[in-house]
C-alpha cells in the first residue's frame, strides 16, 4: 500500500553496536527513519521508560513491513487516546501501526524481562517480537504505553522470527475488546495490520502487528530481571517509575518497595476476583505475563470457560493445569511471591526482616481475594444494589457462604457459567423456567437454589430491581469459543463481517438485544474439545 515505505531506509543505516547486559547487540540507527506529522497524523511519544531504565531495553527499529495495511483500527479507543481515526487510517499512520515507521522523536525500544514459565525460570526473555514505541498522554492526563506486537526480530528473538500471525492478533484485538467492555483492567488494541508478508507457522500465515495500549508494559517478569542485575540501584529505580505510575502512595511509605508489593498484591487479587466472575481463563500465567498495573495481559491461550468446571484447561501446552480456572489465584500468589523475591534487595531493613515483611504482605493475598470475589460474586447473585454499593447483607457471612458453596454445585450440575447467572436473573424477576431447565435434577444445585431464595427472602427490593441489578453485572455476551473460531476463519480468509459483528455484539455484553440469540448459547456438542496456543 504504502510503496516507498520509511523503514527500507531503517535497513539502510548504518548499525551501532551497543551493549546491554548479558549480551552485545548491534542496534540500527533510528535516525533517518523518522516520520513527521504527515498526513495529518500526530503522535508525540515520550520515551520515558528508555531514559529511566536504560539497563532494561535495547533501543530497536521496527522491522518494516512490505506492504503495511490495517485491518481493524479501534477508532473508539484512538479517539479516548487523544489520536485522530482518520490520520492513523492515512498511508503514515498505517506505517506506524504497522511497524513500517516510527514517529517523529520516538525512540522505540525492546523491552527486557524474565519470567517463570510453567514454573521455570527463564533468565533472559523480554520482547523477542515487540517493542516499546514510547508513551502517550491522553486527553485525561494519563500515560500510556504504544506498544508493536510482531514488528519483526530483536535481541531478544532467541530462535523466534519474531512476526506474528494474523489470527492470533486479531483474537486479542476481539477477547481484550470484551474484557473491556466487562470492566476488567486489560491492555488494548489499537490496531491490527498485515504486513504483506507471510509468516510459517502450522501453515503459512498472513503476518500481521498488533498495536496494544497498555497503563505500562511493567511485569513481574520486568522486576525478577532487574533483580538478576546484581545491582540494587536498578531494582530501587524500577520501584520508584513503576510506583510512579501506577501506584503513586507506595512512594510515599516508609518502604517504597514493600508498600509497591502490597499495592500489586492488591490490584492482582481484584484482576482474579474479576476473572473468576466471568469464567476467564488466561491460560499461561508465567510471571512475565503478570502486569504491576494490574491489567490483563497477553491473549495467547485464553478462553472463556463454557460448562463451569473449576479444572477446565484450554491451552494445548498446560499439561498438568498448572493454569487451570480453579488455580488461577494460587499461581497469582506464586507469582507475586516471585516478584517479593525480586523486591527484596531494594526494601529497607536487614535481610530477615525484609523476608518477613514481605511474608506478611504476601499472606493477605488469599483474604483479599476472597473480599474481591465475594464482592463481585454478591453482586451476581443479586445482593447488591444496582448502585454498586455492597451492603452489610451482601457481605455477610451468610452470602459468603453461598458463594463458597457455588462453584462445586455448578460443577455437579455442568452447568453453562454465563448462561447460570443470567437464568438466575430471570428467576430473581419470578421466571423460574430457563433456570429449572438448565439444572435439571442435579440434586447439589437445587439445594444451592433452595439456599439462595431463603437468603433472597430477607431482600424487600421489587424483584425486577433486584433482576435489572443482577443483569448489569452477569454479561449476556462473552465470546465464545466457537464463535471467535469462526470470526476468525473467516477473517483470515479475507471476510471481516463476523468479526466486526462479534465486536459489536461484545462491546455491550450485558444488554440483551434481539436478533442476537446465537451468540449467547453455548457451543453446539459438534464443538470442541477446544485447544488453544500460545501467541503466535
Ligand atoms: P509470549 O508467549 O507472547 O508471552 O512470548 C514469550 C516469549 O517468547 C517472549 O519473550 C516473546 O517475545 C517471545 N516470542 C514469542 N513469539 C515469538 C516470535 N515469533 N519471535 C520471537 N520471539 C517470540
Ligand atoms: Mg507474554
Known amino acids: 500500500m504504502v510503496a516507498e515505505s520509511p523503514v527500507s531506509m531503517a535497513a539502510r543505516t548504518s548499525p551501532m553496536e551497543r551493549t546491554v547486559p548479558g549480551v552485545r547487540t548491534m542496534v540500527g540507527s533510528l535516525a533517518g527513519m523518522a516520520i513527521g506529522s504527515e498526513d495529518g497524523l500526530r503522535l508525540d511519544l515520550d520515551d520515558w521508560f528508555a531514559r ?119 483474537r486479542e484485538y476481539l477477547i481484550s475488546e470484551a474484557m473491556a467492555a466487562l470492566d476488567i483492567p486489560t491492555t488494548r488494541v489499537l490496531s491490527v495490520g498485515t504486513t504483506g508478508d507471510l509468516v510459517r507457522r502450522e501453515e503459512l500465515a498472513p503476518g500481521a502487528v498488533l498495536a496494544r495500549v497498555a497503563a505500562s508494559h511493567l511485569r513481574v517478569g520486568t522486576f525478577q530481571y532487574a533483580a538478576s542485575l546484581g545491582d540494587p540501584d536498578v531494582v530501587t529505580r524500577l520501584v520508584t517509575h513503576a510506583a510512579t505510575r501506577h501506584h503513586p502512595g507506595a512512594l510515599d511509605a516508609d518502604d517504597p518497595a514493600l508498600a509497591l508489593l502490597d499495592a500489586v498484591v492488591e490490584v492482582q487479587a481484584d484482576l482474579v476476583a474479576r476473572w473468576s466472575a466471568v469464567g476467564f481463563i488466561h491460560g499461561v500465567l508465567n510471571t512475565d505475563n503478570v502486569t504491576i498495573s494490574g491489567e490483563t495481559i497477553d491473549y495467547g491461550p485464553c478462553a472463556f470457560m463454557d460448562r463451569h468446571d473449576p479444572t477446565t484447561v484450554f491451552s494445548s501446552i498446560d499439561h498438568g493445569g498448572r493454569y487451570a480456572f480453579g488455580n488461577q489465584p494460587s499461581i497469582t500468589l506464586w507469582n507475586l511471591a516471585r516478584l517479593a523475591e525480586a523486591l527484596l534487595g531494594a526494601m529497607t531493613g536487614d535481610v530477615d526482616a525484609n523476608v518477613a515483611s514481605a511474608t506478611e504482605v504476601l499472606e493477605t493475598f488469599p483474604d483479599r481475594y476472597r473480599r474481591q470475589l465475594h464482592g463481585h460474586y454478591a453482586a451476581k447473585l443479586g445482593f447488591v444494589a444496582t448502585d454498586d454499593r455492597p451492603t452489610d447483607h451482601a457481605m455477610s457471612s451468610v452470602v459468603g457462604d453461598l458463594v463458597d458453596d457455588l462453584s462445586a454445585a455448578m460443577t455437579s450440575a455442568q452447568v453453562d457459567h454465563t448462561t447460570f447467572f443470567r437464568h438466575l436473573g430471570r428467576a430473581a424477576a419470578g421466571d423460574d423456567r430457563p433456570l429449572a431447565d438448565l439444572v435439571g435434577d442435579d440434586a447439589a444445585l437445587l439445594e444451592w437454589l433452595e439456599r439462595w431464595r431463603t437468603v433472597r427472602l430477607v431482600d424487600r427490593r421489587p424483584a425486577e430491581v433486584v433482576s435489572a441489578a443482577m443483569d448489569d453485572v452477569n454479561p449476556l455476551y462473552v465470546p465464545r469459543n466457537h464463535l471467535v473460531e469462526e470470526a476468525l476463519a473467516a477473517a483470515v480468509d479475507g471476510d471481516l463481517g463476523a468479526c466486526s459483528d462479534l465486536l459489536d455484539v461484545l462491546a455491550d455484553p450485558f444488554t440483551q438485544r434481539p436478533g442476537l440469540e446465537r451468540y449467547a448459547e453455548p457451543a453446539p456438542a459438534s464443538f470442541g474439545p477446544y485447544r488453544t496456543f500460545c501467541g503466535t
Open 52 to 170: 529511566d531504565l536504560p539497563e532494561l531495553c535495547v533501543p530497536w527499529p521496527p522491522g518494516g513491513a512490505t506492504e503495511p495495511a490495517l485491518v481493524l483500527l479501534n477508532g473508539r479507543l484512538a479517539s479516548d487516546l487523544g489520536l485522530d481515526p482518520d490520520a492513523l487510517a492515512r498511508p503514515t499512520g498505517v506505517a506506524v501501526l504497522c511497524g513500517d515507521a516510527v514517529p517523529a522523536g520516538a525512540n522505540p525500544v525492546a523491552q527486557a524481562y524474565a519470567g517463570h514459565q510453567f514454573g521455570g525460570y527463564s533468565p533472559r526473555l523480554g520482547d523477542g517480537r515487540a517493542l516499546l514505541l514510547g508513551e502517550l498522554t491522553t486527553p485525561a492526563a494519563r500515560r500510556v504505553d504504544v506498544h508493536l506486537k510482531g514488528s519483526g526480530r530483536t535481541p531478544f528473538a532467541r530462535g523466534g522470527d519474531g512476526r506474528a500471525a494474523l489470527g492470533p492478533m486479531l
